[in-house]
């Protein structure tokens, strides 16, 4: 027996006064204790607030992103250990694959795109400079900040590793700390994963907190700042967002519940197509994998009326190769439900769709279970019904049985099919399997606004598809509707649920000191030496050259032209180019621009300069004619530092003309030695 401890003000406290015993899925005998009582949540919040979001705020998005890293190494080193207490959830190894390594991964995954996408730096810039006065004096920026209170995540049972996981990648990396309230039925096995995470000293003091059990009073002290991210029932979620204090403060509320997820077979499939076999394996993966115990799992599976029947062999004759028993053992493929009370849930959720559908395949004579009692463990069949009239039905739509269970439904046009994908009533995720492109175009137009995700597969991408279920961290993992209408993960989207996002209108200077980037019209330095004798350390932001004047002739457009092969007739043909809208006569190259452009700019001398990297932002705004000059003013943007050894610089690049019209506008990037 495990006594499960919570982690309150940077200690592990055994909460008092008892508290509940958690069952394996597997033997039904008690492993695990929980409980709650004693702990302050006020005094938690405030630590929170106070020494967590203080320690997190005062490191930039990158030191983050390191932390969030080291804490995926740790799992992945640490990793049997969740193995060992994965098998008591009723999880098989495949399956808590998903949870332990696939929560790791997620947080490699986030920490590497936080290095990418966001600056070394507390704030990040959101889209470009908005121009509000004629001079350019007074401009506006917005920018993201990071909220100043807690993260509050309530997490599922299905995922306990994961779910914690995902939620905390993107809260760390906004600078907001976080308590975590795992679900009882599997909390022995978040809190070995939350152990870990603490074990490793990479996180800073107030960031994390861990609640076993009753979470008391703990919404009474939200506020504003506060962000509320959920996981589970639709009923649970109504409840918590109707909290007086949720209501009155306005706290964020992240809500990723009840999901009748579709998976759509097309019109154009038949049984030899590659699709059909797709589908029918899909189907049943996804009702076997974690035992049907996933948010994302097919509920529902549409099929041409024609191949109904067909269909439903093809799913039963995968489901019969499904072995069920102690997910211990290598030879189980499905292990049980994740306690008695969920068994008898998802049996009397079956008996209510049977008002409306028939069970074609699960009857009681389908389990047999391999190594375990299966009176003792919470062990079912996959259940496949069908119902022959969704259009006329209403509980398959509205009902959602959490596990092994989908019910297969005919339709008889596109337009039919789509109305019963969003029948549903918001999903988190749809699949549509269709060799057809035209088939996905309609399908994604008529169900989009209903899914939170919609995934194709087909023959061609059928090798490396990710499946029906599966939540990617660069992907926004939520639905509207029934779903909750909230967002997670989704790369930076995800980071900035847990940031504010305001307007700042100033002067440039103003504008540069809060992002620290350069804003056209603030206070450039000019003189030796070159900017590009700068180390990225050393360089400053603002340091700028303006090169002298270069004459484009004819020969040189002419030279550029045949060099290149760019003979486009507004560079060689007079009268052409005259008859274009946008050209007095023949004009340079654009491409021939940039070329004279880096020629004078470019410092030619070995230096910290390692590489031109690309351009952004290209705009070619007046043409360029024989006999016209150009001269370039060169600018360091911004910076961010991509490893020890270098970093990015992004220069504001303008080119006028000898009239100081705007020839072209980009921004350049150089990779420079630290």
């Known amino acids: 027996m495990l006594t499960l401890k919570n982690y309150a003000i940077d200690r592990w406290t055994e909460g008092s006064g008892g508290g509940a015993d958690i069952a394996s899925a597997v033997t039904g005998a008690a492993i695990a204790r929980s409980g709650s009582g004693g702990l302050d949540f006020g005094a938690m919040v405030r630590h929170a607030r106070d020494i967590g979001g203080r320690n997190l705020r005062r490191i930039t998005f990158h030191e983050r992103a390191a932390i969030v890293k080291a804490l995926g190494t740790a799992i992945m080193d640490r990793k049997e250990e969740l193995y060992a207490l994965n098998f008591h959830t009723g999880a098989t190894r495949k399956d808590g694959w998903i949870d332990i390594e696939g929560g790791a991964g997620t947080l490699f995954s986030m920490a590497s795109k936080a290095r990418r996408e966001l600056p070394d730096d507390v704030l990040f810039v959101d889209g470009p400079v908005e121009p509000i006065s004629k001079e350019g004096t007074f401009l506006a920026q917005h920018v993201y900040t990071s909220l100043k209170g807690v ?8 995922f306990p590793v994961w779910g914690m996981l995902e939620k905390l990648a993107v809260s760390l990396i906004a600078g907001v700390p976080a308590i975590v309230k795992p679900a009882t039925a599997t909390a022995y096995l978040a809190e070995a994963a939350f152990r870990i995470l603490i074990e490793t000293g990479k996180v800073p003091a107030g960031a994390l907190q861990l609640i076993i059990g009753a979470t008391g009073d703990l919404f009474d002290h939200l506020t504003g700042q506060d962000v509320v991210s959920f996981t589970g029932s639709a009923a649970t979620a109504s409840k918590l ?23 759509m077979l097309g019109p154009d499939a038949n049984p030899d197509s590659p699709e059909f076999q797709l589908f029918a394996k899909e189907v049943a993966r996804e009702m076997t994998v974690k035992a049907g115990q996933k948010c994302t799992a097919i509920r529902r599976a549409l099929v041409p009326a024609a191949l109904l ?37 998802v049996r009397a959720k079956v008996g209510a769709l049977k008002a409306e559908a028939r069970v074609v395949f699960g009857a009681s004579d ?86 939170g995700r919609v995934i194709v597969i087909d023959r061609d991408c059928a090798k490396e598809q990710t499946g029906h279920g599966s939540p990617l961290p660069v992907l926004v993992h939520g639905g509207p509707g029934r779903a909750g209408g909230g967002e997670e993960m989704g790369g930076m989207r995800g980071v900035r649920h847990y940031m504010q996002r305001t307007a700042v209108q100033g002067s440039p200077a103003v504008l540069k000191a809060v992002t620290g980037a350069h804003v056209k019209g603030s206070a450039v330095s000019s003189g030796p030496p070159h900017p590009f004798r700068y180390r990225f350390g050393e360089l400053e932001i603002g340091k700028s050259i303006e090169t002298a004047a270069r004459k484009i002739t004819l020969d040189d457009i002419e030279h550029f032209a045949h060099f290149t092969g760019d003979t486009f007739y507004a560079h060689m043909d007079e009268a052409a180019a005259k008859a274009n809208p946008f050209f007095p006569g023949r004009v340079a190259h654009g491409y021939l621009i940039l070329s004279f452009a880096a020629g004078l700019f470019v410092d030619p001398a070995p230096g910290p300069v390692l590489a031109n990297y690309g351009l952004d ?58």
């Open 617 to 674: 932002e290209l705009r070619f705004l007046t043409p360029v004619s024989p006999g016209d000059e150009i001269r370039v003013r060169l600018t360091a943007k911004s910076k961010k530092k991509r490893n020890e050894e270098y970093g990015e610089v992004r220069w504001d690049v303008l080119v006028v003309n000898q009239k100081n019209e705007t020839v072209a506008t980009y921004e350049l990037l150089t990779m420079n030695a630290i």
């Open 151 to 158: 993260a509050v995540h309530i997490n599922a049972f299905n």
């Open 309 to 345: 029947d067909v269909v439903e062999r093809a799913i039963i004759d995968q489901l019969r190769k499904t072995t069920i028993g102690d997910p211990a053992l290598e030879n189980v493929r499905m292990g049980a439900l994740v306690s008695l009370s969920q068994r008898e849930d």
């Open 241 to 263: 967002k109707c909290h007086p204090v949720i209501v009155r403060e306005s706290v964020r509320f992240i809500a990723e519940q009840d999901s009748l997820n579709a998976a």
């Open 366 to 451: 389908d389990l047999a279970v391999i190594g375990a009692d299966a009176a003792k463990g919470a062990f079912v069949a996959p259940m496949l019904l069908r119902c022959d009239e969704p259009t006329a039905a209403k509980a398959v739509h509205e009902i959602e049985a959490f596990g092994p269970v989908a019910t297969l439904m005919p339709y008889r046009s596109l337009d039919e099919a789509v109305l019963l994908l969003n029948r549903g009533g918001g999903s988190l995720v749809m699949s549509l399997f269709t060799h057809d492109p035209e088939v996905a175009r309609d399908v994604m137009l008529g169900a989009a606004s209903a899914h």
